[in-house]
C-alpha cells in the first residue's frame, strides 16, 4: 500500500518538481530539481501563507496572545480540509508511541503541525520563537510564561515540518528547551530531506521519526502515480545520487544559464550571483 502522504504532497505542490531546463534555486546559491514546502500540506500555498501571515502578526504582538490567535485558525483548517486533517491524525498516531510529557514547536512552519497533535494528544504545548523566549500553553488552551509551567524534568516531542540539518534544533529549539530545566526527548517530523538532520538529531539524544523521507522511491512512486513524467524523475535521480554534480552537468550544458538568471534581476539574480562568488559554478558557465 502507497503511502497516502506522497500523494498529498504533491496534490497540495508541498513538493514541485521542476521542468527539464528550469532548476530551482536554493537559498545557498544551489540548484536542484525540487523543491519543499511541507506547509503547503495545509491545504495549499494560499491557505498555508495566510496561516504564515497570521504567526507573523501574532509573533509581534502579545506572546501570551499567540496560540489562540493562531490555533482558532488551524481549528477551523482541520475542519475544512481533509488532506490536512488527515495528516494530523498520521502525526498524532506516531506521537503516542512516544513518552513525552507535552509538545514543543519553533518559528514558524513547526507550528502547523505541533499545535494540533499536542491539543488531539491532550498535551501541552511549548511555542518557541526565533528569539529563544517560550510560552506554554496548557492542555486546556490556557497560555502562560513558560517559567512558572513547571517544566522542569519533563520531557517533550518536538514536532516539526521539514528536517534538514537540523540546524534550527541545535541552535534554537534544544537550548530553549533545557533553559527551562527540560528536555526534547523525541523528534517528529513530516519530510526529512535524508541530508544528515537523523544523525545530528540521534547524536543530540532526540532521534527523529519521520513520515515521509526523501529518498529515490518517494519520486518513483509519484511517478507511477503519475504525479512526475520520466524527465522528472531522471532529473531528480540525478541529484540524489549527486547534488553538486547535478548543478555542474546542468551549468556546462546550459552555459548561459547564469547569464540570463541575472538579467531577470531581484531574486533569480541573487541566487544566481550567491552562486558565482562561493564558487559553486565552473568555469566555463560563467558569464562573459
Given at each position: 500500500m502507497e503511502n497516502p502522504i506522497i500523494s498529498w504532497l504533491f496534490e497540495t505542490d508541498a513538493v514541485r518538481v521542476c521542468p527539464e531546463g528550469q532548476p530551482f534555486w536554493y537559498t545557498s546559491g544551489k540548484l536542484g530539481p525540487f523543491y519543499i514546502n511541507t506547509q503547503f500540506l495545509y491545504?495549499?500555498?494560499?491557505?498555508?501563507?495566510?496561516?504564515?501571515?497570521?504567526?507573523?502578526?501574532?509573533?509581534?504582538g502579545d506572546r501570551l496572545a499567540f496560540y489562540d490567535q493562531v490555533y482558532s485558525q488551524i481549528e477551523a483548517q482541520l475542519s475544512s480540509c481533509p488532506i490536512?486533517?488527515?495528516?494530523?491524525?498520521?502525526?498524532?498516531?506516531?506521537?503516542?508511541?512516544?513518552?513525552?510529557?507535552?509538545?514543543?514547536?519553533?518559528?514558524?512552519?513547526?507550528?502547523?503541525?505541533?499545535?494540533?497533535?499536542?491539543?488531539?494528544?491532550?498535551?501541552?504545548?511549548?511555542?518557541?520563537?526565533?528569539?529563544?523566549?517560550?510560552?506554554?500553553?496548557?492542555?486546556?488552551?490556557?497560555?502562560?510564561?513558560?517559567?512558572?509551567a513547571g517544566l522542569a524534568g519533563k520531557r517533550s516531542v518536538h514536532i516539526a515540518d521539514l528536517i534538514t540539518v537540523a540546524s534550527s534544533y541545535v541552535r534554537a529549539w534544544i537550548p530553549a528547551v533545557r533553559a527551562l530545566g527540560a528536555?526534547?526527548?523525541?523528534?517528529?517530523?513530516?519530510?526529512?530531506?535524508?541530508?544528515?538532520?537523523?544523525?545530528i538529531l540521534a547524536d543530540a539524544g532526540?532521534?527523529?521519526?519521520?513520515?515521509?523521507?526523501?529518498?529515490?522511491?518517494?519520486?518513483?512512486?509519484?511517478?507511477?502515480?503519475?504525479?512526475?513524467?520520466?524527465?522528472?524523475?531522471?532529473l531528480v535521480l540525478a541529484f540524489i545520487a549527486d547534488p553538486d554534480q547535478f548543478m555542474q552537468d546542468f551549468l556546462l550544458t546550459h552555459p548561459d544559464f547564469l547569464s540570463r538568471e541575472i538579467a531577470k534581476g531581484g531574486k533569480n539574480a541573487q541566487r544566481a550571483e550567491l552562486c558565482i562568488t562561493s564558487g559553486f559554478a565552473p568555469q566555463a558557465a560563467l558569464p562573459r
Open positions: 491545504g495549499s500555498e494560499a491557505a498555508a501563507n495566510s496561516l504564515l501571515a497570521i504567526i507573523e502578526k501574532a509573533c509581534a490536512y486533517a488527515r495528516l494530523i491524525d498520521l502525526m498524532t498516531e506516531a506521537a503516542r508511541g512516544f513518552h513525552a510529557d507535552f509538545v514543543s514547536g519553533g518559528e514558524r512552519r513547526d507550528f502547523f503541525f505541533s499545535m494540533p497533535v499536542a491539543r488531539r494528544l491532550g498535551l501541552g504545548h511549548l511555542s518557541i520563537f526565533k528569539d529563544l523566549s517560550t510560552v506554554y500553553t496548557d492542555a486546556q488552551g490556557v497560555s502562560m510564561d513558560s517559567a512558572s528536555d526534547i526527548a523525541y523528534s517528529l517530523a513530516v519530510v526529512d530531506r535524508n541530508q544528515g538532520g537523523g544523525q532526540c532521534p527523529l521519526t519521520t513520515l515521509v523521507t526523501v529518498t529515490p522511491d518517494l519520486f518513483e512512486t509519484a511517478h507511477r502515480m503519475g504525479r512526475i513524467t520520466q524527465k522528472q524523475l531522471d
